[in-house]
């Protein structure tokens, strides 16, 4: 990684400068993506009575019937174990079914229920959120780019490293 620039020195120098200019634009930018990104969820969360989590995973196993539990956590980019949560979650609440597998009675295969797809059919999309929906759509050049400048803005953060393989709806 690059070395990073030095740092832009505030107009104000009290304990608590002002933003100037430039970065007060792009914090009101990561708020825009912050409420949009929140707005969807809860309005998927009110159609249906599930998280945005679950959404997102009842929908790929939708799409991919006998999933494995490893499948759906890298489909996500999650951890395993917040995958094996919100399975659990879907199965409690009748949306999934999980059975073992014919041919390894050790793999666990995921399958939606009726009830799911049902569900499913009255939620808007995208079911993975709009921030992972807009990403997608982005050509690679904007993403390296964009890549770039968040890496410099989150070296200068103190971050939780874990929190990168945490869905954006659990938050």
Same mark, same amino acid.
Request: aromatic share 4%; glycine share 6%; proline share 7%.
């Given at each position: 990684?690059?070395?990073?620039?030095?740092?832009?020195?505030?107009?104000?120098?009290?304990?608590?400068?002002?933003?100037?200019?430039? *970065? @007060?634009?792009?914090?009101?930018?990561?708020?825009?993506?912050?409420?949009?990104?929140?707005?969807?969820?809860?309005?998927m969360?009110?159609?249906?009575?599930?998280?945005?989590?679950?959404?997102?995973?009842?929908?790929?196993?939708?799409q991919?019937?006998?999933?494995?539990?490893?499948?759906? @956590?890298?489909?996500?980019?999650?951890?395993?174990?917040?995958?094996?949560?919100?399975?659990?979650?879907l199965i409690?609440?009748?949306?999934?079914?999980?059975e073992?597998?014919?041919?390894?009675?050790?793999?666990?295969?995921?399958?939606?229920?009726?009830?799911?797809?049902?569900?499913?059919?009255k939620?808007?999309?995208?079911?993975?959120?709009?921030?992972?929906?807009?990403?997608?759509?982005?050509?690679?050049?904007?993403?390296?780019?964009?890549?770039?400048?968040?890496? *410099?803005?989150i070296?200068?953060?103190?971050?939780?490293?874990?929190? *990168?393989?945490?869905?954006?709806?659990?938050?």
């Open positions: 990684m690059p070395p990073l620039p030095p740092q832009r020195t505030p107009p104000n120098t009290g304990e608590y400068p002002a933003l100037d200019d430039h *970065a @007060a634009r792009v914090l009101r930018q990561f708020r825009l993506i912050f409420n949009t990104v929140r707005r969807h969820f809860q309005t969360e009110k159609q249906s009575g599930i998280g945005g989590a679950q959404v997102w995973a009842l929908s790929l196993v939708a991919h019937q006998g999933l494995r539990v490893t499948q759906l @956590a890298a489909l996500m980019d999650i951890h395993q174990s917040t995958t094996s949560n919100l399975v659990r979650s409690k609440s009748g949306l999934l079914h999980s073992k597998s014919c041919s390894d009675r050790r793999v666990v295969e995921l399958y939606v229920l009726p009830e799911g797809l049902k569900l499913l059919k939620i808007p999309g995208p079911f993975a959120g709009v921030l992972p929906h807009a990403l997608q759509r982005m050509d690679e050049v904007t993403l390296l780019q964009l890549e770039r400048n968040l890496s *410099a803005l070296n200068r953060l103190e971050v939780d490293e874990q929190a *990168a393989h945490t869905p954006i709806a659990m938050m």
